[in-house]
């Protein structure tokens, strides 16, 4: 397996006495509408004209074809949506769920959307346990509306332009199925206005400044009994000792809808008598409790279920013990049909799991969904009988099966997003975080892992990379020994996906261990030594820790020069990240000639249009930007943007950068009507693909604030300050550089409201922790003393009498 080479970032962080800084969330939702992925003139001109068909959309498949009651809840719902266009259905705040599902939550909001189908334009579920996930069901939509474009895109494509015909078309309805994190809906609630918004969620907290909630409890002991029935006994009715068997079950079961559906499907298949399947289940009525433990509970009914199951064949349980390792949704045919012995086979044994509501299928056929309840009985009780190096039952054949599955990688260093791959990710993640402790190392399944991060890592998406870095480095270690020249790659690869993500906590260190092992292992020369150093100091510079960067840096060019070469581009990238640091360190006169001398290299040995020539034009541009000559940095950056967004793609970290970058140079050039838009649209984005609190999103927030402050707008500018300022105390530490620069910005602000009385002390506090970090020399401490000295001189001149002088 190999390692990605040295890391190095495009320069996206501005510093000085010039406030930068970023949006909050809610000014993120109520902007501009600025689309996240530039469209090409047919996609947008097809967004704004397509009209959906009568009776468009997409909805799952019911798992048991079957809802009863509910009818309270149903015009509770269409009154919240009417009046005010989104609403939550979520678990009750006070119920013994224990954070698991089966409540009926997808029930309820697959049943509105289907009875009010016909008073929306269009009807779209969308999967929402994670952005990846959210903007993967979004892109479906476009797929359905505008195939003839959408199937030549990847899934940001895709997702961009159901966002742009959402915006240009009224009256449909988004589902947003199981959220895992409200703050996910965010980017969506408020820039799609024209229709209505349903999430599902476990989660009852989080919500209060997004839509209304209604909590949703156990069905009535009646409903309950009725669903039981009807899945038991679709005709003829039931007889009034069934009915009444019936009710003595359902409360056995809590009145727990996915228990009830599942003891049903049992009982119509096999034809047991209810009474006798209560006993056979052993469950002790207690009519003290409102709700049985779902997980216990759902457990006992399987033991059954599985029993039958297996009646039929090995096949149908294999399966279902397979599934339970890989995610819940959209588990393709494809995946599991070399388990079977033929496709007839295949069919046979998902047609039983779906007799018993074990499984739904997809809305095309090729795929099925298994509950998450139901997975998380399955690995709990499979992973507590195997002993040490043991398989839990069906791990190891869905770690083949995932194996196998696996294409080629795509061609080229910046591959386009394959659906093939996308539609494998969340199966290959899901086994990776789902590992029990004990699991045999396995190769195959390592290179699996190490395929699908690489295949995220050369589009730019390191940081979703960790649960598959993780899983890389326990085998290895496992299997190659902890100083195995891969093992320690594989450390590498881990700590760059955590810096990528912004977590420097964990990244530091574990740079300095593998730094330390390479050291020992492979010598102080080494390449991967080498490397191991350049991406130790880059992760100090990251932390502020220039100290320490600097010297780091310019040791590792020294010997990359010596050892690799004056060209190498290892060589190149270590003195491009030396000209960064020297930069960040505010010495212009040793960074600028630097990069000019790295970009002149790098055009003239990788290209003009490889990813380190457009970091290096990037760098440049912005150094040229500090040094005052916008004359010569705005053509650069304007020019880097349009490569990077054409080599590299619209949502690519180092296009995010660039766009930063130019907005910023518009605002200091005097154009805030360019610069604002620019700020918004790289805000969103950054927020979608990095993450709510990564160090790039907040650099964009904080920047974002800069614009509304210089534009006059401080009611804007201020709260975004002081969010910004403490997500990154939070994120980075009360003392790190651009921490420092939020608490100068928020001051800033407060002085020009003429809210001396916090801009001072705020000032004051802000150049002594800067004097001791950054030294007294440093521009951010000669700005935010300058800034300090005319907050004081201000507030002389508030108080002076006529006969005093300023």
């Not at 019911?62 to 989104?86: I, K, N, Y």
């Not at 005097?670 to 610069?675: E, F, H, N, S, T």
């Amino acid at each position: 397996m190999n390692a990605p080479g040295p890391g190095e970032q495009a320069r996206v962080e501005v510093f000085g006495e010039r406030p930068i800084g970023a949006a909050s969330i809610g000014v993120a939702i109520s902007g501009d509408s600025a689309r996240v992925v530039v469209l090409p003139p047919e996609a947008a001109h097809w967004a704004l004209t397509v009209q959906a068909p009568p009776g468009a959309g997409f909805l799952p498949e019911s798992a048991s074809g079957v809802f009863v009651g509910r009818e309270q809840e149903l015009t509770d719902l269409r009154r919240m949506l009417a009046g005010g266009g989104s609403a939550a259905v979520v678990q009750p705040r006070v119920r013994a769920i224990h954070g698991l599902g089966g409540i009926g939550k997808s029930a309820l909001a697959l049943r509105y959307a289907d009875r009010y189908r016909d008073t929306y334009t269009l009807v779209w579920w969308i999967t929402a346990e994670s952005p990846e996930a959210i903007l993967t069901g979004l892109g479906g939509l476009a797929t359905r509306l505008c195939p003839q474009w959408a199937h030549t895109v990847g899934p940001d494509e895709r997702a961009a332009w159901a966002i742009t015909w959402l915006q240009a078309h009224p009256d449909w309805l988004l589902v947003f199925d199981n959220v895992e994190d409200p703050a996910h809906l965010r980017p969506y609630l408020g820039t799609l206005a024209g229709g209505h918004h349903l999430a599902t969620s476990r989660r009852s907290t989080g919500w209060h400044r997004l839509a209304p909630t209604m909590a949703l409890g156990v069905l009535p002991l009646d409903e309950a009994a009725d669903l039981l029935c009807t899945i038991a006994f679709p005709h003829p009715a039931p007889t009034g000792e069934r009915r009444e068997a019936a009710r003595r079950l359902a409360g056995n079961l809590g009145c727990l809808p996915l228990a009830l559906e599942q003891a049903g499907a049992y009982v119509y298949r096999t034809g047991t008598d209810l009474e006798a399947y209560r006993r056979s289940l052993a469950l002790v009525l207690d009519e003290d409790r409102d709700v049985a433990d779902p997980e216990r509970t759902i457990a006992r009914i399987w033991d059954h279920t599985l029993e039958a199951l297996a009646s039929r064949g090995p096949l149908p349980v294999t399966l279902l013990q397979i599934m339970a390792w890989l995610a819940p949704d959209d588990i393709p045919r494809t995946l599991l049909a070399p388990l079977a012995p033929d496709p007839l086979a295949l069919d046979n044994a998902l047609g039983d799991l779906h007799a018993y509501n074990m499984i739904a299928f997809t809305d095309d056929g090729q795929g099925v969904g298994v509950h998450r309840l139901v997975q998380t009985v399955l690995r709990t009780r499979s992973s507590a009988s195997p002993g040490p190096d043991t398989y839990a039952p069906g791990r190891a054949e869905a770690e083949h099966a995932v194996h196998q599955a696996l294409p080629a990688p795509p061609e080229g260093p910046l591959p386009e997003p394959s659906a093939e791959w996308e539609r494998l990710l969340p199966h290959v993640l899901a086994l990776a975080e789902s590992t029990p402790p004990d699991t045999p190392a396995s190769v195959d399944t390592a290179e699996a892992y190490h395929l699908v991060a690489q295949y995220l890592y050369r589009q730019g998406r390191d940081a979703q990379t960790i649960p598959l870095r993780i899983a890389v480095v326990s085998q290895c270690e496992r299997v190659l020994g902890d100083d195995h020249p891969v093992t320690l790659n594989s450390r590498n690869n881990l700590a760059l996906a955590y810096r990528a993500a912004g977590d420097l906590g964990r990244a530091i260190p574990l740079y300095e261990a593998t730094l330390a092992q390479c050291e020992q292992v492979l010598g102080d020369t080494h390449p991967d030594t080498l490397g191991s150093r350049n991406n130790l100091a880059l992760a100090y510079r990251a932390a502020g820790d220039l100290g320490r960067a600097i010297p780091l840096f310019e040791a590792t060019l020294a010997q990359c020069e010596r050892v690799l070469g004056d060209t190498h581009p290892g060589t190149l990238s270590s003195r491009n990240n030396l000209a960064y640091a020297y930069e960040s360190a505010g010495d212009i006169g040793r960074a600028i000639p630097l990069f000019e001398a790295t970009l002149a290299q790098r055009e003239r040995v990788l290209g003009d249009t490889h990813p380190g020539t457009l970091s290096s034009r990037n760098n440049l541009a912005y150094a040229y930007e500090s040094a005052g000559d916008i004359g010569r940095a705005i053509p650069l950056f304007e020019a880097t943007l349009a490569q990077c967004e054409r080599a590299l793609g619209d949502t690519h970290p180092d296009t995010l950068g660039s766009r930063n970058n130019l907005a910023h140079a518009y605002q200091a050039a005097g154009d805030i009507g360019r610069a604002i838009p620019l700020f918004e649209a790289a805000l969103a984005q950054r927020e979608r693909v990095l993450g709510d609190t990564h160090p790039d999103t907040l650099t964009s927030r904080n920047n974002l604030a800069y614009a509304y402050k210089a534009a006059g707008d401080l009611g804007r500018a201020i709260p975004l300050y002081e969010a910004t300022l403490a997500q990154r105390e939070r994120v980075l530490g009360d003392t790190h550089p651009d921490t420092l620069t939020s608490r100068n910005n928020l001051a800033y602000a407060y002085k020009a409201a003429g809210d001396l009385g916090r801009a001072i002390p705020l000032l004051e506090a802000t150049l002594a922790q800067c004097e001791r970090v950054l030294g007294n020399a440093h521009p951010t401490t000669l700005a935010i003393r300058n800034n300090l000295a005319h907050a004081r001189a201000a507030q002389r001149r508030s108080t002076a009498t006529p006969d005093d002088h300023p």
